[in-house]
């Protein structure tokens, strides 16, 4: 049975013109998925009657858009047991350990959050497109969120908390303004970034929770989110993350999580407020 999103059209003035496609692009809908629309079978009602992408729209019309046109995605299957924290028909959080990459790569193609995801809800929806909200790196443990439709994806604004145990003590909060560059070799992102002049502006707030003899457990809110972010810009000040092997010394894994997370449903409108506890080896 195919499954439908429904919009009742409450405004056409911020459109470019007033058709479906339109209505679309101004949901932040992406040209592929649109693409998959007007080749899929009966992929869009008005007002109960199907009809093309190019269908003028007016207000108070009801538009159904289906959730999944598009292939499903196309990765190994992996096994393992995902810690669900919160599920509903447009989302599914979990919490992901330290040391699981969330996406497959040359070294965890059959060992990654995405394919347990896959497998997971392949047993649900057969069309379904892995649509991660923010991936945390690999070393990173904490609350990954997976939109189960792209208006669900779309429309999520999300405030996230992390920690950290970083080398040496804080004493009081402070703000690192460094711009992070990418570096690009022979056309390929080279994994480690550096603070540059030329990078994109990056700002992390830090808060000093509670010092130990030789580390600090530090909160951090983010007004950017480039990749390895907090790790850089923690090192670049004498404080690295303990166990970062990129930017610190290396251990099992960098003692950083992604915590805490706050956003509204795009749906329902409630207030969704989630928090993990810290993993056994932090031993704070």
Known sequence: MLEYEKFKIESIKNLKQPTVYFFLKNMKCAENYIKNLRNAPNSIKLNGEVVNIRAKISQNDVL????????????????????????????????????????????????????????????????????????????TAGIVVIAKNVFAYNKIKLDKTYYALCEGNIESPFTIDKPILTVVKDGINEHKRIISKEGKPSITHVFPVKNYENTCLVKFKLETGRTHQIRLHMSSCGHPVVGDSIYGNAQEHAFLILKEIYFEHFRTKQQIDISVPFPDDWKI
Do not use: W
């Open 64 to 139: 159904e858009i289906l959730k999944s046109p598009n292939k499903s995605t196309d990765i190994a299957l992996c096994d393992g047991k995902l810690d669900i924290l919160y599920e509903d028909d447009d989302y599914l959080i979990v919490n992901k350990p330290h040391n699981l990459s969330c996406t497959p790569n040359r070294s965890h193609f059959y060992d990654n959050l995405g394919g347990q995801v896959m497998k997971y809800m392949l047993e649900k929806d057969k069309n379904f497109v892995l649509r991660i909200v923010g991936r945390l790196d690999r070393e």
